[in-house]
């Protein structure tokens, strides 16, 4: 059957598209699917969030799966949730709340029946429509748009000191996103752990490993730790930053200002609070250093410094690898010839658009929409900004309302 809308990879960003094209541009559902090779919407959302065991969400209650901003906030109300679920100035919503509206919007609107279950291998084009090859030889799509939004979290960031232990089954070694984690970790009983970064997810992770673990935590942290409220700054979803990206027709340069705006290696004040809190309990220790090597037989962890830590379980709280390509999109690329970045992604026009009728959303926006991009409002702002085709090419001015910064909560 030919689909008229394909989304590939049903995370938050596929499951928000999938909604938006339902209820805002009135998709019919037999003419809409998701495909992705977890059987669950939001599989990777839980999983990570689970892992670093976040309470809270670093962006507001704005930033929710529904089509309206206000959504997750009326829910909350309409639900008795209580107040402190909304959490500082920013109504940061906790993650409880935020994935129980996710679930219950899932069900309500059915969009778990809109999956199928599969991993893209390439795309390809027969006449004006998209043929889209999968994993089973017996399920090839055909669809007259595609939207990918296959994420990043196929691509874990591993330091290259620490290849070589990851191969091997035995190492006390797991990366914080790996489906393992959980598991290899209740395998540490009385034992040392490190863990390896400076951002938000490794500091909420060594905050929930040293309650369990008091005074064997260790947080080896390559920079001085840095404290922001987000992870770049909020005028990024307003046209005030994103014409600066626009006008810069370079793209070499347009990388650089999205790396250069994106506060890496950073979390908000309350979690820089809780971690004052850990250190002056003495159940967690920070270090300053750089990893030279793991001796995973001797469990110890050499520092460039000289300096050694006793290590039972290393963990890899080092995000995903920055600018990688995943096959599908690389072989996707070259079946239909499309016109590559100068890092390798491919090039899109102001509609999110790769080639006519094909769309991306998630980090192969972030040339177009910034480092919002990868953010739960760069769904939103991707879903408005391909659903505008055929409209005015003027900016949508529903960007602003995202500027939820000094303007909207004072
Ligand atoms: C711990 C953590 C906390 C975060 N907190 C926030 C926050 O508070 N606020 C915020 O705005 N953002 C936050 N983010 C960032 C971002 O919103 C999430 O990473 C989000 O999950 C990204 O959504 P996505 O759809 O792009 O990717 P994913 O959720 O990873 O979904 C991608 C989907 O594509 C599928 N897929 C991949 N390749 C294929 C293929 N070849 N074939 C079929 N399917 C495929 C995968 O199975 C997956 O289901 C956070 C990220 C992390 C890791």
Redesign the pocket.
């Known amino acids: 059957m030919l689909l008229d809308w394909l989304i590939?990879?049903?995370?938050?960003?596929?499951?928000f598209l999938s909604n938006y094209l339902l209820k805002r541009k009135g998709v019919d559902r037999d003419k809409l699917a998701v495909?992705?090779?977890?059987a669950k919407p939001?599989?990777?959302?839980l999983q990570?969030?689970d892992?670093?065991a976040?309470k809270y969400?670093?962006?507001p209650v704005e930033?929710n799966l529904d089509v309206g901003g206000q959504a997750l906030r009326k829910w909350s109300h309409d639900n008795n949730i209580p107040d402190t679920d909304l959490y500082s100035k920013y109504d940061?919503p906790s993650l409880r709340s935020f994935n129980s509206h996710a679930l219950e919007l899932i069900d309500r609107n059915q969009l778990e029946s809109l999956r199928i279950i599969?991993?893209?291998?390439v795309l390809s084009k027969h006449k004006e429509n998209y043929l889209l090859k999968?994993d089973d030889p017996d399920l090839v799509l055909s669809a007259k748009n595609v939207i990918i939004?296959?994420?990043?979290?196929?691509r874990l960031a591993i330091p290259a000191w620490a290849r070589l232990s990851c191969k091997i089954e035995s190492a006390p070694i797991v990366h914080l996103?790996d489906k393992r984690y959980q598991t290899i970790c209740k395998t540490v009983n009385d034992g040392h752990i490190v863990i390896i970064g400076g951002g938000?997810?490794a500091v909420q992770a060594a905050l929930s490993l040293s309650e369990k673990h008091p005074g064997k935590v260790v947080l080896l942290h390559r920079y001085p730790l840095q404290t922001y409220q987000f992870d770049a700054d909020p005028c990024w979803l307003s046209t005030r930053c994103l014409s600066l990206l626009r006008q810069t027709k370079n793209l070499t340069h347009r990388r650089r200002i999205v790396e250069g705006a994106r506060h890496k290696g950073s979390f908000p004040s309350d979690i820089a609070k809780q971690l004052d809190a850990a250190l002056d309990l003495g159940q967690l220790r920070c270090h300053l250093g750089e990893v030279s090597c793991f001796d995973h037989h001797e469990h110890l962890l050499n520092l460039v410094c000289g300096k050694k830590l006793p290590c039972d379980l290393l963990v890899l709280a080092t995000g995903f690898a920055e600018n990688s390509t995943?096959d599908?999109v690389r072989d996707s690329m070259q079946a239909l010839n499309l016109k590559a970045t100068p890092c390798g992604i491919p090039e899109i026009d102001y509609f999110l658009r790769a080639d006519k009728g094909l769309f991306v959303?998630?980090?192969l926006a972030e040339l177009e929409l910034g480092p919002a991009a990868?953010?739960?409002?760069?769904?939103r702002i991707a879903a408005e900004r391909i659903c505008q085709i055929g409209r005015s090419k003027k900016p949508h001015p529903k960007e602003y309302n995202y500027y939820f910064m000094a303007s909207k909560r004072g």
């Open positions: 590939v990879g049903g995370g938050i960003h596929g499951t495909l992705d090779n977890q939001l599989a990777n959302w990570q969030t892992a670093v976040m969400l670093r962006s930033h940061r599969g991993a893209a291998k999968t939004c296959t994420g990043q979290a196929n996103f938000i997810s995943s599908f959303s998630g980090p990868r953010n739960i409002v760069g769904a």
